[in-house]
DNA sequence: AACCAGGCTGCGC
DNA sequence: GCGCAGCATGGT
């Protein structure tokens, strides 16, 4: 199966921000691909992706997928890449910022990766709150171990993010045993539960009208506060406008740029997200890859 | 060892 | 409606 790639998409530049520096056990990137498994309607795959001149090449590892099944996991990698995004009027806003102008061509091609499904991207950024990522990734891959599916192949054991069935029916001690807090064990289990009486899903939330709507929807479960649900909804429904405001590495990447002192400059805040409307996703999400960069040059 | 981390809830005004 | 303390649990 083949994907063929747009204008300003590089697949060197995702895969560069897929493996970044943090231990993610969603998938596994080697050299010139990434493999990852997925259920496509409870059925389990695992699929590598990969590149030639022209296009994306999905290659299915493990499962035996029919037409219909082939189409969603190509759905899928065409949403988790962004792959029918123009990033043209993008680059456009960027070069008048003189900050951060830079980043069209320092990044080019990068595409704001995606969690497609908001089961997963809610527990990930409940999981993520007030907490530094590498606890974080070490708490999420606990559970996921715990509790997901796993498909074993090339000698790799590759994990599914745990469905909602599973995590709905867990209690607060057994996540309090792999160093949840009280607090977030709650959350994610009442968050699963949700899932798994249908009083929340994907669909619901993109069934209603506006932004704000789909954030109100969110922020009624407990645990989900403004940011996690722009996150979510960042990541997850791919709402161009949502911001995760306040959020600590968003704050640090404007800081080095220059664009703000200290934490109440809100008002120059709210003036650079003004000249990228419709694109404030993408900037928040080429700024978190600025960090990355700084991280690694150390 | 103190301060920080991709926040949230609950309370007082 | 807004601000702020208190919170929980490791990382650096």
């Not at 000698?155 to 069935?165: K, V």
């Not at 607060?172 to 699963?192: C, N």
């Not at 400059?265 to 600025?290: A, C, H, N, P």
């Amino acid at each position: 199966m083949q994907l063929s790639k747009p204008p300003l998409f590089s697949f060197d530049e995702c895969l560069w921000f897929l493996d970044r520096r943090y231990d993610e056990c969603m998938y596994q990137v080697n050299k010139a691909e990434v493999v990852k498994a997925i259920f496509i309607d409870r059925t389990p795959f695992l699929f590598s992706v990969r590149q030639n001149n022209e296009e994306l090449l999905i290659k299915v590892l493990v499962g035996k997928p029919d037409r219909k099944q082939m189409a969603a996991i190509a759905d899928y990698v065409a949403d988790w890449f962004d792959i029918n995004t123009n990033l043209q009027p993008f680059y456009s806003l960027l070069s008048k910022n003189k900050k951060l102008a830079y980043m069209a061509t320092e990044f080019k091609g990068l595409r704001l990766i995606g969690i497609p499904d908001l089961f997963e991207a809610l527990c990930w950024s409940i999981i993520g709150q007030q907490i530094n990522l590498t606890f974080a990734y070490k708490l999420k891959r606990r559970m996921v171990e715990a509790f997901g599916e796993r498909i074993e192949y090339g000698g790799h054991i590759y994990f599914l993010f745990p469905e909602c069935e599973r995590l709905a029916a867990l209690t607060v001690p057994e996540l309090r045993a792999m160093q949840f807090s009280d607090k977030k064990a709650e959350y994610v289990i009442t968050i699963a539960r949700a899932f798994a009486q249908k009083q929340l899903s994907k669909e619901l939330i993109q069934s209603l009208p506006d932004l704000k709507s789909k954030q109100e929807a969110l922020i009624q479960f407990k645990g989900i506060g403004i940011w996690t649900a722009n996150y979510a909804l960042m990541k997850s429904l791919r709402q161009p406008a949502s911001v995760p405001h306040g959020d600590v590495g968003l704050l640090n990447a404007l800081s080095n740029h220059g664009i703000k002192k200290d934490r109440s400059e809100t008002v120059k805040i709210e003036r650079l997200f003004k000249q990228f409307k419709g694109w404030e996703s993408y900037l928040v999400f080429y700024l978190w890859r600025s960090l990355a960069v700084r991280e690694i040059n150390h």
